[in-house]
């Protein structure tokens, strides 16, 4: 079941956003489509990163995959317990899996993401779920 607090890009990326600051990581169904999360290269804490720009990059035993912005903003944080231990995002890709904080340069972008049940509306379009 997907959280209904959080927002959803169509690169399946979620930001659940709290005041001007979003943390960013990618959803159930990515982190599945991937298989075991072997690394992640985090972006890196102080980049200005614009809505669609690559913000860092993931590899599974499967694929490598980029992981988008999905709002404009500075990177505030960085989870640094998924460097040791990558398969949190596996394991529990909506809380400890996060992967990175976002101070929001336009917080009015969130209206521009799908909420949980328009995500889950478009998996089931995509026929992925």
């Known amino acids: 079941m997907t959280p209904a607090e959080l927002h959803f890009t169509e690169q399946h990326e979620w930001a659940r956003v709290e005041g ?3 943390t960013v990581g990618i959803s159930d169904y990515a982190q599945n489509a991937l ?24 590899e599974s ?3 490598a995959a980029s992981i988008y912005a999905p ?10 317990q998924i460097e040791d231990d990558p398969g949190l ?5 909506y809380a400890e899996g996060w992967i990175y904080k976002l101070r929001l340069a336009d917080p009015s972008q969130v209206d521009s993401l ?6 889950e509306g478009f998996l089931a379009e995509q026929g992925d779920h």
């Open 114 to 119: 799908m909420d949980a049940a328009k995500y």
């Open 20 to 22: 001007d600051v979003a």
């Open 35 to 58: 298989g075991d999360i072997t690394f992640v290269e985090l972006p890196i804490v102080g980049a200005e990163l614009a809505k669609g720009d690559e913000a860092c990059a993931i």
């Open 89 to 93: 995002i596996n394991t529990d890709a």
């Open 71 to 80: 709002l404009s903003g500075k990177v505030t944080e960085v989870n640094e």
């Open 61 to 63: 035993a499967k694929a």
